[in-house]
Each structure stands twice: as structure tokens, then as C-alpha cells.
């Protein structure tokens, strides 16, 4: 039982030392950054920024780690969990755009106005998309969408997730086959 009370002890303590990293770093890299001069209340700023922009994740990881696993990926409904897997990260992540987009707008960038879609001739019935800037010419480089960005993450947050969870329920099941073996198998042999 101790080794089950350190394993449970030791994933809580990954799981703590991985959110405290991601709410870490944007502070850290700001006070070690050398060119630029910390404004009055940026600190704040920024840990209350990265605090709203990983609030979505977080949650995330509360429903897939204390109940979409042990509910249903662990119970073997894995249909079910896939589902419920993409229905919670749609829901978080793309039926509320307007909630991510609020937290962390993207600014067009330096000295580029918005992009619009305009018309390229008259004679052509669908507007032209405008030419995807590239580094070497002056132009920005090609961005993917903020949406497709936090999605992506999402899905290996739930990936990192699970393979600590099996990893540690194999370290569990290899400790108490162990113990079976140690105590169930010798008391079987000798009757």
C-alpha cells in the first residue's frame, strides 16, 4: 500500500511540477530578457495573460485525468472516451472562439494592416486569397490559425496525460503481480 500512496504522490507531483512550469516560463523569459526595459504592472500583466490563456487547458486537463479516464478509458469504453475526448476539446476550443480570441488577440502584424479578401477581376467569381508573405521578400512568414494552434496542444496535453496515467498504472500492476506472486502463487503451490 505505501508504494501505491508514493506512485499517487509522485504523479500529483509531475502534474504539479508541469503546471507550474507552463505558468512559469512567460514570467521568467520577460524578467530575463535583456532588451527590453519592465514597465510598471507588465509582470502582472503577463502572469494574469498566461493564467487566462492556459485556464482552457487546465480545465481540459481536470475532465480527461479525474474523469474521462478513470470513467471510461480505464473501464475499457473506448469509443465512448474518444468521443467524449472530442467532444470536450471541441467545446473548449471551438464552440468558444470568441473566449480564446478575447484572451489572446492576434495583432496584425508590424507595419501590415488586416488581411481582407478582395476581388482579383471582375471576371472571376470567387475572391483571390492574398499571396502568403514569406521571409526573404520582406513579408511575414505564414502564421496557422490561433484555433488550430490550441487544439493542436490540447490534443497532446491529452496525450501526455494518458501516457503518464498507463505508464504509472503498469508501474502498479507490475508491483502488485509482484506481491501476488510473493504471497498468492507460494501459498497455491504448497497446498
Known amino acids: 500500500m505505501k508504494y501505491l500512496q508514493k506512485q499517487q504522490l509522485l504523479e500529483q507531483v509531475i502534474y504539479l511540477s508541469m503546471w507550474l512550469l507552463i505558468l512559469c ?15 510598471a ?37 473506448y469509443v465512448r472516451y474518444m468521443l467524449a475526448v472530442i467532444f470536450t476539446i471541441g467545446i473548449l476550443f471551438l464552440y468558444m472562439p470568441g473566449w480564446l480570441e478575447a484572451l489572446h488577440p492576434e495583432p496584425p502584424l508590424k507595419g501590415q494592416k488586416e488581411r481582407t479578401f478582395e476581388p482579383a477581376e471582375s471576371w472571376l467569381p470567387l475572391p483571390q486569397l492574398p499571396l502568403m508573405p514569406d521571409s526573404e521578400n520582406g513579408r511575414p512568414p505564414i502564421r496557422p490559425p490561433f484555433q488550430a494552434i490550441h487544439i493542436a496542444i490540447a490534443v497532446l496535453l491529452v ?33
Open 41 to 77: 504592472g507588465e509582470l502582472k500583466n503577463v502572469i494574469l495573460e498566461t493564467g487566462m490563456l492556459v485556464l482552457p487547458f487546465f480545465v481540459l486537463f481536470l475532465i480527461h485525468n479525474f474523469l474521462l479516464v478513470p470513467q471510461l478509458f480505464l473501464k475499457k469504453y
Open 159 to 191: 496525450g501526455f496525460n494518458l501516457s503518464i496515467r498507463l505508464f504509472l498504472k503498469s508501474l502498479r500492476d507490475d508491483e502488485m503481480l509482484k506481491v501476488w506472486n510473493a504471497s498468492g502463487w507460494s501459498q497455491s503451490c504448497n497446498t
Open 25 to 39: 516560463i512567460p514570467p521568467i523569459n520577460l524578467l530575463l530578457d535583456d532588451d527590453h526595459t519592465l514597465q
